[in-house]
C-alpha cells in the first residue's frame, strides 16, 4: 500500500511537471518612468506592473493558443502645481513592441498564438532598460479637477505646456524589465474615487454610439488599475457604503 501511494505521488508530479512544460508560463516585471521637466525643476514617476502569458490548451482551430494579463497600476507623476499625470495602465503586448521588435510581423500587428517565444524573449531583458520613442509611448492623461472623473483630458506628448502651463514639457520615458515589487496603492491613494465608479466619464455624458466616443469617454477604471484589484477594492468599498454607480 505504501509503495502504491509512493508511485502515486511520483505520477502526479510528473504529470504536473509535463504540464508545465507543454503549456508553460512566462513572466515578468516591467517599470516604466517618466521624467517630466517644469518650471520648478525636473520631477519623476514610475510604476512597476506584471505581465504573464500562459499557453494554453488549445482542442479547436478557433480556440486561443495562449493568454496574457497585467497586474498593477497607471504610472503617476504628481506636478508641482497641484495636478497629476497618468500613463494608463499598458496591454499585455506592449513590451513586446519595445523589447523585440525583430520578433513582431511586419505589420505589427501581435496574435496570442506567437506571444508564447516573444514572452520568453522578453523575460531573458531582466535588468535592461529601453528609452521609448514617441510612437511607443502610452496613453497620458490628466484630471482638471481630481475630485472629478468626468474632467479627464487626454495629453498629447508634446502638448504639456498646454495641459499644465508654461515651462512644462515631457522630457524622457523608459522601460525596465526589473525585479522590483509591483506598485500598489498611489492610483488609489489620488483617484480615491475610483473603486466606487464603473466609469469615468458617466454613461449620461456619453454619445450614443461607442464609434463616437472621444478618448476620454472610452476609459473605464481598469485602464488605471487591473480588473481584479478594481473589483476586490469595489466590493469593500460597496460592503462599506452600500450601492455604488
Do not use: C
Not at 505581465?51 to 506636478?79: I, Q, S, Y
Amino acid at each position: 500500500m505504501k509503495r502504491s501511494h509512493i508511485r502515486l505521488g511520483i505520477a502526479a508530479v510528473l504529470a504536473v511537471g509535463v504540464w508545465f512544460l507543454i503549456f508553460p508560463t512566462y513572466s515578468w516585471h516591467q517599470k516604466l518612468t517618466i521624467r517630466v521637466d517644469t518650471p520648478q525643476g525636473a520631477v519623476e514617476g514610475s510604476s512597476v506592473v506584471k505581465v504573464a502569458w500562459t499557453r494554453d490548451l488549445k482542442l479547436l482551430p478557433d480556440m486561443r493558443a495562449a493568454h496574457g494579463t497585467v497586474t498593477g497600476e497607471a504610472t503617476v507623476v504628481a506636478l508641482p502645481n497641484g495636478r497629476y499625470l497618468f500613463a494608463l495602465l499598458p496591454s499585455e503586448y506592449y513590451a513586446a513592441r519595445i523589447f523585440v521588435p525583430e520578433m513582431l510581423p511586419q505589420n505589427g500587428s501581435i496574435s496570442r498564438d506567437s506571444m508564447i517565444p516573444i514572452a520568453l524573449a522578453i523575460t531573458l531583458y531582466k535588468g535592461k532598460t529601453r528609452t521609448l520613442t514617441p510612437d511607443q509611448y502610452p496613453v497620458l492623461v490628466t484630471f482638471e479637477d481630481i475630485n472629478d472623473p468626468a474632467s479627464v483630458k487626454h495629453v498629447l506628448p508634446d502638448e504639456f505646456a498646454a495641459a499644465f502651463g508654461p515651462g512644462y514639457r515631457l522630457d524622457a520615458m523608459t522601460m525596465s524589465i526589473t525585479g522590483e515589487a509591483l506598485t500598489d496603492g498611489k492610483v488609489v491613494s489620488v483617484l480615491g474615487w475610483l473603486p466606487s465608479t464603473g466609469f469615468i466619464v458617466p454613461p449620461e455624458q456619453q454619445p450614443e454610439l461607442a464609434r463616437d466616443q472621444t478618448i476620454e469617454q472610452r476609459l473605464r477604471p481598469s485602464n488605471f488599475i487591473d480588473i481584479d484589484t478594481w473589483a476586490v477594492l469595489r466590493g469593500k468599498e460597496k460592503s462599506k457604503n452600500g450601492h455604488l454607480k
